[in-house]
């Protein structure tokens, strides 16, 4: 997928420096041309003679020329067999050249003060003269102490940077350089790459422009504000369609229950809890190009909500219940010619009879069906087995439930 592709690497002065060289080496097995460009600070954790060796080429540190042993620079020639040639050239315009010769640019680690510098328009050194000077996609990769993380500067300055487009990777939580634990941690080499190809790879994806509403999660009826029908959805198999649409081109837009899960940077979220939230919700995205209804969404709600909490003496051994909205049913009846809506079921028993007749009756052109028999599959499970049912098409797949999203899309949408 990286076979070709021209990365611009940015490392910055943290202690996670020494995890780029692992990075370069990651992304070069997967067949991408690497620069790197160097803060100064970042000179101080690893040597710029570790990237130059790992690389084949000249390592950017200073803007300025510090002796005549730089009069040349690397500038992109996709002619070449390599995709990089070296050029004699102004050497003070490398960092709009290199900026020019990026697929991606990636800054990883970068500190709080870079972030800083990015988000303010600094370009006192070479990165953030390339930052400024680049037009390929940035992804960022913030790396720092947790207290520093969660300095309210540098959240401010990672929701400004959010807002004008930037891709960011969220760091992970750990054992820290200063000893405590926290979040702030550098992703592993293997998961930046995973992320630098969703990245590119959205570009030439079958869902590419289209927008994808995906509903995921339990919802929660109240019978007052302690007590509420709801079932065990980690909604693990919603988040799952939700990544693989949004890696595969799409607008995502993620309506989700009560969950605990991290969503990532790109996906549009919107938390409710009822199923008339959830309805709501959907019916304002409405009309979408692609509606995934992974949700387990209630299907009755007590038909009468208490604003206190009943105590076990005044509690009637009854609730009278009414039906929730039927949100499939409604994206069948309004959904414009060019819309494809995918449902789930999941039941105990005549899984496939069963799919086939709510695909008909609730006009949906695809239903994942699943059992939830097993501990291994269904609520809660990192790993499901389904069928997938269509106009004159069953076929069954299983895996981890990241995996099988994938596997999912791809069948409708690339077979």
């Given at each position: 997928?990286?076979?070709?592709?021209?990365?611009?690497?940015?490392?910055?002065?943290?202690?996670?420096?020494?995890k780029?060289?692992?990075?370069?080496?990651?992304?070069?097995?997967?067949?991408?041309?690497?620069?790197?460009?160097?803060?100064?600070?970042?000179?101080?954790?690893?040597?710029?003679e570790?990237?130059s060796?790992?690389?084949?080429?000249?390592?950017?540190?200073?803007?300025?020329?510090?002796?005549?042993?730089?009069?040349?620079?690397?500038?992109?020639?996709?002619?070449?067999?390599?995709?990089?040639?070296?050029?004699?050239?102004?050497?003070?315009?490398?960092?709009?050249?290199?900026?020019?010769?990026?697929?991606?640019?990636?800054?990883?680690?970068?500190?709080?003060?870079?972030?800083?510098?990015i988000?303010?328009?600094n370009?006192?050194?070479?990165?953030?003269?390339?930052?400024?000077?680049?037009?390929?996609?940035?992804?960022?990769?913030?790396?720092?102490?947790?207290?520093?993380?969660?300095?309210?500067?540098?959240?401010?300055?990672?929701?400004?940077?959010?807002?004008?487009?930037?891709?960011?990777?969220?760091?992970?939580?750990?054992?820290?350089?200063?000893?405590?634990?926290?979040?702030?941690?550098?992703?592993?080499?293997?998961?930046?790459?995973?992320?630098?190809?969703?990245?590119?790879?959205?570009?030439?994806?079958?869902?590419?422009?289209?927008?994808?509403?995906?509903?995921?999660?339990?919802?929660?009826?109240?019978?007052?504000?302690?007590?509420?029908?709801?079932?065990?959805?980690?909604?693990?198999?919603?988040?799952?369609?939700?990544?693989?649409?949004?890696?595969?081109?799409?607008?995502?837009?993620?309506?989700?229950?009560?969950?605990?899960?991290?969503?990532?940077?790109?996906?549009?979220?919107?938390?409710?809890?009822?199923?008339?939230?959830?309805?709501e919700?959907?019916k304002?995205?409405?009309?979408?190009d692609?509606f995934?209804?992974?949700?387990?969404?209630s299907?009755?709600?007590?038909?009468?909500?208490?604003?206190?909490k009943?105590?076990?003496?005044?509690?009637?051994?009854h609730?009278?219940?009414?039906?929730?909205?039927?949100?499939?049913?409604?994206?069948?009846?309004?959904?414009?010619p060019?819309?494809?809506?995918?449902?789930?079921?999941?039941?105990t028993?005549?899984?496939?009879?069963?799919?086939?007749?709510?695909?008909?009756?609730?006009?949906?052109?695809?239903?994942?069906?699943?059992?939830?028999?097993?501990?291994?599959?269904?609520?809660?499970?990192?790993?499901?087995?389904?069928?997938?049912?269509?106009?004159?098409?069953?076929?069954?797949?299983?895996?981890?439930?990241?995996?099988?999203?994938?596997?999912?899309?791809?069948?409708?949408?690339?077979?």
């Amino acid at each position: 997928m990286l076979s070709g592709k021209h990365i611009l690497l940015g490392v910055t002065g943290g202690i996670a420096a020494y995890k780029a060289a692992y990075l370069v080496r990651a992304l070069q097995k997967k067949g991408a041309l690497v620069r790197v460009i160097m803060t100064p600070a970042a000179t101080r954790f690893i040597g710029e003679e570790t990237f130059s060796a790992l690389t084949g080429h000249e390592v950017g540190v200073h803007t300025f020329v510090q002796d005549d042993t730089h009069k040349t620079s690397i500038i992109g020639d996709r002619s070449s067999d390599d995709g990089i040639t070296e050029l004699v050239h102004n050497p003070w315009t490398r960092h709009i050249q290199w900026g020019e010769w990026a697929d991606l640019f990636v800054v990883a680690p970068c500190t709080a003060n870079t972030i800083a510098k990015i988000t303010h328009g600094n370009s006192d050194n070479l990165l953030t003269a390339a930052v400024l000077a680049s037009r390929a996609p940035l992804l960022i990769c913030p790396t720092m102490d947790g207290e520093m993380m969660n300095a309210p500067a540098t959240a401010h300055n990672l929701e400004l940077l959010k807002s004008r487009g930037f891709h960011l990777l969220e760091p992970e939580e750990g054992y820290l350089a200063s000893g405590l634990t926290g979040k702030g941690r550098l992703p592993e080499p293997d998961d930046i790459v995973a992320h630098i190809e969703t990245l590119l790879d959205a570009k030439k994806g079958p869902l590419y422009g289209k927008k994808v509403v995906v509903t995921a999660g339990p919802t929660r009826e109240h019978i007052d504000p302690v007590r509420f029908i709801s079932n065990p959805s980690s909604g693990k198999m919603g988040l799952a369609m939700a990544k693989a649409a949004h890696r595969l081109g799409g607008h995502v837009h993620l309506v989700h229950g009560p969950i605990s899960l991290s969503i990532p940077e790109g996906i549009h979220c919107y938390s409710v809890v009822s199923a008339q939230d959830m309805f709501e919700q959907v019916k304002a995205l409405h009309p979408a190009d692609l509606f995934i209804k992974a949700a387990a969404v209630s299907d009755f709600r007590p038909i009468t909500q208490h604003d206190h909490k009943v105590k076990k003496t005044q509690g009637e051994s009854h609730i009278s219940l009414a039906s929730t909205p039927d949100i499939l049913q409604w994206i069948g009846n309004h959904k414009p010619p060019h819309t494809i809506s995918i449902g789930f079921a999941m039941e105990t028993t005549d899984l496939l009879e069963q799919a086939r007749a709510k695909r008909t009756k609730k006009n949906a052109d695809w239903i994942v069906a699943n059992y939830i028999g097993t501990q291994q599959q269904g609520f809660a499970s990192d790993y499901n087995k389904v069928t997938l049912v269509g106009d004159g098409v069953e076929e069954s797949f299983e895996g981890p439930k990241d995996d099988l999203a994938m596997s999912l899309l791809r069948s409708i949408f690339l077979s």
